[in-house]
């Protein structure tokens, strides 16, 4: 049994490791097909995966959240590079067409298959909100995975504190307050809450006094 038991653990060692070289694989196809994306994605990485272990998920879970904002993007791969590079406002078509890149993820994890799967549906709902204007699917409140909520957070701090095409990036005392301002709306407000609170502990203390960690 125990010999058993060990190659059963040794077969799940090397499936894992199997699974991560693929996640990678397809950042790095990512990041070669768009830049900033590629390099966006795997910013949002270290942030979803902190906030994942302050709320205390299991090692199932952080794993899917932490592949899950690595391929969070994936999908827009097969978007066309002049609608991902528009500096401009997107028309209505455009928007539908880069809507639809969450589906696409999802289509294309789900078919490497296993706990690609499950990482699937995190990308899939990785821009739905808590007030239900998300999407693609509308989903509102407790019915978006949790994974998906930790991942749409991270991601939307990640992007205010970026300089793009269109715009400057804000500094992070204003993305904290965006995130304050958004939660239970666009945002899961457990996920605002510890998000905020790691962010908060880099940020200078108001009199210039060192801050204090808990």
């Not at 795997?42 to 998920?57: I, P």
């Not at 296993?114 to 899939?124: A, D, F």
């Not at 739905?128 to 957070?153: F, H, K, N, Q, T």
Request: charged share 30%; glycine share 8%; hydrophobic share 40%.
């Amino acid at each position: 049994f125990a010999l058993e038991r060990g190659a059963r653990m040794r077969q799940a060692i090397e499936l894992s490791r199997a699974y991560r070289g693929t996640t990678l694989l397809l950042c790095d196809v990512l990041e070669a097909d768009d830049e900033y994306t590629g390099i966006h994605s795997r910013s949002v990485v270290s942030l979803s995966v902190e906030v994942a272990d302050e709320m205390g998920l299991d090692s199932r879970e952080r794993r899917n959240v932490e592949f899950g904002a690595l391929l969070h993007d994936v999908g827009k791969i097969a978007v066309p590079k002049e609608i991902i590079n528009k500096p401009g406002p997107l028309t209505e078509d455009e928007w539908i067409v880069i809507k639809a890149h969450t589906i696409e993820g999802q289509k294309m994890l789900d078919r490497v298959g296993g706990l690609l799967s499950e990482v699937g549906r995190i990308v899939r709902s990785s821009h739905e909100r808590w007030d239900g204007s998300g999407y693609p699917d509308g989903l509102a409140g407790d019915e978006i995975p949790l994974g998906s909520a930790i991942v749409c957070c991270c991601d939307a701090l990640n992007a205010m504190t970026t300089d793009r095409s269109y715009r400057t990036a804000l500094s992070l005392e204003e993305a904290v307050a965006e995130l304050k301002a958004q939660s239970g709306k666009q945002f899961h407000p457990q996920v605002v809450e510890v998000l905020t609170r790691i962010l908060e502990r880099s940020l200078p203390a108001p009199d210039g006094a060192d801050r204090v960690h808990a």
